[in-house]
């Protein structure tokens, strides 16, 4: 039996711990925790602390001098990505980047070249195509229950209607940063997954919350239309301002059926609670939680029933899809490419609405 591949995380925040981590850890076959280099511990967030076992370290170069390293994650902030993931790709080493991948697309784009030089694989951690919601609607479309799909309606409302007393990286304005670039890489990915790249783009990105009234950076919501083709429009939504007991997550309608899903993915808040992968009931969420379909016959008969939300294989399946690929089995779970197509549209995004036009691809 192969040895597993020893994996190395750079940064330890939210996202490490959170995201990375317990999947590397729940698949011990296919991966080891050999590393984390955390740059400023504290008495308070410490890795050395947290994993006495394994090795620590506090610069980049230091840690990619480690010829042991197979895999390389990185969970820092985005303006960071493209230095560490390029080092890490001509060091020899596989790589795993945190969305939003890179600042700019064309970053994205060198990347990529960078990776096909080295040889080496390269995945980004869109780990929202395995949310169960997602899943779920994956399998209504598959099976044709909606028909013809004329809108899609995703959303990642929140109501936080003031801006937070403290900043944190992700209010502050650095590049890849505003909702665009934090909720907005999920939606719009999910979206080109399922239908491909649209024709136009049409956006609207500001701030909602109170204190941000003098900020001019990429938002903390917004509203971006993708026009596809076949007359099929997309909207891809995140606001600060939406006092509901019960957030809307989707809303597809197509020619024979409409799918209508409120509530998150319960992975995220389980993790946050200490639920671990292995443990019953993980990723599973409650029947109060599931959506509905509503589907019409030929008759113009209508009926409505709620529709079991699927449990998912987690986002563990992204890492054993890509320790996968490293053998040469099957490809990326999230390939870098389709990583930079996002990113392109976002920047699109970002014109449309500084130009209050729409932009074609």
Known sequence: ????????????????????????LALPSQFKLYGILQRNPTDTNSAASDHPDIKIWRDVPTMLADSAIDIVIISSIPDSHFEYAKASLEAGKHVIVEKPFVPTSQ????????????????????????????????????EGKLGRIAEFETHFDRHRPKAPAVETWKQKELPANGAIYDLGTHLIDQVVHLFGLPKRVTAFLGYQASGNEDRTGNGDSFTVLLH??????????AGVVSPEQEQLRYWVRGDKGSF??????????????????????????PESH????????????????????????????FYRLFGNAIVGNGEEP?????????????????????TGKTLDI
Do not use: C
Request: proline share 3%.
């Open 334 to 354: 999230v390939k870098a490419e389709e990583a930079s197509a996002v990113l392109k549209l976002i920047e699109l995004a970002i014109r449309s609405s500084k």
């Open 228 to 237: 596809y083709q076949n007359g099929m429009l997309v909207m891809a939504k």
């Open 290 to 317: 599931h959506g509905v379909l509503t589907q019409t016959s030929t008759d113009g008969k209508v009926t409505k029933e709620v529709y079991p939300t699927v449990t998912p294989p987690t986002y563990a399946e």
């Open 1 to 24: 039996m192969a040895e597993p591949y020893k994996a190395t995380v750079i940064g330890y925040g939210l996202s490490a711990k959170i995201f990375h981590i317990p999947f590397i």
């Open 107 to 142: 970053e994205a784009d060198k990347l990529v070249e960078i990776a096909k030089k080295s040889g080496k694989k390269l995945a980004v951690y869109q780990n929202r195509r395995w949310d169960s919601d997602f899943v779920t609607l994956k399998q209504i479309i598959k």
């Open 260 to 285: 209508k899903k409120y509530h998150l993915d319960a992975q995220e808040d389980q993790l946050r609670s200490g639920k671990k992968v292995e443990d019953e009931g993980y990723a599973v969420e």
